[in-house]
C-alpha cells in the first residue's frame, strides 16, 4: 500500500450558515470522495465572528481522498476554516462535574478539542438537579499518541479556571 492510500484521521474545521440543510451539504462531499465520518461537533451555541455556526469534522480517508473532500467542499461554497491531518492514537476518558452549564459547557468542549488537542469523540450529560444545578459529563477525547498526560494537564487547566472537578483514569488501569 503506498503512502497515499494509507487511511488516515483528519480534522475539518468548517463554518456554516444556520439554515435547515447546511450540515448535510457539508458532509456530502465527505461521503461522496470516500471519507468515513469519526465524528461530527456542531456549535450550533455559538456564532464566529461573521455569525456562522463553526463544525469540526473528524474523518478518515487517504490523504489524495482529503485533498479531494477539501477541494469539493469548497467547490460547494462551504467555508473551510482549518484543514489538516490530526493522528489520534489514543483513549482517554474522563468525568467532569460541577456547574458545567453555567460555566458555559459548549466553551469547555471547544476549549478541550483546542487546548488540550483533543478531539471529543464521545460525550453524556448528568444533571439530576436541573441545568442551572450542579452535574456531571462523561467526555471521551480522542488523543494523539503519547499525549495523554499533556492532555489531562490541559483538561484539568480548564477545569480548574471554570471551578470544575476532573476525575480522570487511573495510572496503569486497562
Same mark, same amino acid.
Given at each position: 500500500?503506498?503512502?497515499?492510500?494509507?487511511?488516515?484521521?483528519?480534522?475539518?474545521?468548517?463554518?456554516?450558515?444556520?439554515?435547515?440543510?447546511?450540515?448535510?451539504?457539508?458532509?456530502?462531499?465527505?461521503?461522496?470522495?470516500?471519507?468515513?465520518?469519526?465524528?461530527?461537533?456542531?456549535?450550533?451555541?455559538?456564532?464566529?465572528?461573521?455569525?456562522?455556526?463553526?463544525?469540526?469534522?473528524?474523518?478518515?480517508?487517504?490523504?489524495?481522498?482529503?485533498?479531494?473532500?477539501?477541494?469539493?467542499?469548497?467547490?460547494?461554497?462551504?467555508?473551510?476554516?482549518?484543514?489538516?491531518?490530526?493522528?489520534?492514537?489514543?483513549?482517554?476518558?474522563?468525568?467532569?462535574?460541577?456547574?458545567?452549564?453555567?460555566?458555559?459547557?459548549?466553551?469547555?468542549?471547544?476549549?478541550?478539542?483546542?487546548?488540550?488537542?483533543?478531539?471529543?469523540?464521545?460525550?453524556? *450529560?448528568?444533571? +439530576?438537579? $436541573?441545568?442551572? =444545578? %450542579?452535574?456531571?459529563?462523561? !467526555? #471521551? *477525547?480522542?488523543? +494523539?499518541? $503519547?499525549?495523554? =498526560? %499533556?492532555?489531562?494537564?490541559? !483538561? #484539568?487547566?480548564?477545569?480548574?479556571?471554570?471551578?470544575?472537578?476532573?476525575?480522570?483514569?487511573?495510572?496503569?488501569?486497562?
Amino acid at each position: 500500500m503506498s503512502e497515499d492510500a494509507a487511511r488516515q484521521a483528519h480534522t475539518v474545521r468548517l463554518e456554516l450558515v444556520d439554515e435547515p440543510g447546511e450540515l448535510l451539504a457539508a458532509l456530502q462531499p465527505i461521503a461522496e470522495n470516500g471519507g468515513n465520518l469519526l465524528s461530527v461537533f456542531h456549535e450550533r451555541g455559538h456564532v464566529t465572528p461573521r455569525g456562522h455556526i463553526p463544525v469540526e469534522v473528524d474523518l478518515e480517508c487517504t490523504a489524495g481522498q482529503f485533498d479531494d473532500i477539501v477541494a469539493a467542499l469548497r467547490e460547494n461554497g462551504v467555508n473551510v476554516t482549518q484543514a489538516g491531518t490530526e493522528e489520534y492514537g489514543e483513549e482517554v476518558t474522563v468525568i467532569v462535574a460541577g456547574h458545567l452549564i453555567d460555566t458555559d459547557l459548549s466553551d469547555t468542549l471547544s476549549r478541550l478539542e483546542s487546548e488540550a488537542n483533543a478531539s471529543v469523540t464521545d460525550f453524556s *450529560l448528568t444533571s +439530576e438537579e $436541573g441545568t442551572s =444545578e %450542579r452535574s456531571s459529563a462523561r !467526555v #471521551r *477525547l480522542a488523543v +494523539e499518541s $503519547g499525549s495523554v =498526560e %499533556r492532555t489531562l494537564d490541559a !483538561v #484539568r487547566d480548564i477545569a480548574d479556571e471554570k471551578g470544575l472537578r476532573v476525575v480522570a483514569p487511573f495510572a496503569g488501569v486497562a
